[in-house]
C-alpha cells in the first residue's frame, strides 16, 4: 500500500511504463490511496476503508493495481487493473 504511487506504477497516464513495479512480472498487488498533498490522517483511513471493501469483494490483488482516488471533496474514484498490462510492453 502507498500514497506513493507514481514511484511504484509510474504516471497514471502509463502505468507500468516506469516505477518500481515495471519490471516485475509477478507481484502481491497494489493498493494506491490517491488524495491531495498534506493529506490528513482522516482521509487516508477514508481511503483505506474504501480500499478494504474492494479487497473483501474480490481479494485476489495478484498482477493488479487497486487504485482509490478523492477526485473532488466528495468522489472517491477506485478502479483495478492490471499490472503489468502486457509482458510485451516493457523494455
Known amino acids: 500500500m502507498t500514497r506513493n504511487s507514481v514511484d511504484f506504477r509510474g504516471a497514471a497516464s502509463r502505468p507500468g511504463e516506469k516505477g518500481q513495479y515495471a519490471r516485475v512480472d ?3 498487488g497494489l493498493v494506491c490511496l490517491n488524495g491531495p ?3 490528513t490522517r482522516a ?3 477514508e481511503l483505506f476503508e474504501q480500499a478494504l471493501l474492494e479487497l473483501d469483494a474480490d481479494p ?3 498482477n493488479q493495481v487497486l487504485e482509490v482516488t ?3 471533496d ?3 474514484r477506485v478502479i ?3 499490472l503489468p498490462s502486457e509482458p510485451d510492453q516493457r523494455t
Open 43 to 45: 482521509l487516508q483511513l
Open 26 to 28: 509477478l507481484h502481491a
Open 60 to 62: 485476489d490483488l495478484v
Open 70 to 72: 478523492l477526485e473532488d
Open 37 to 39: 498533498e498534506g493529506m
Open 80 to 82: 483495478r487493473y492490471a
Open 74 to 76: 466528495d468522489h472517491l
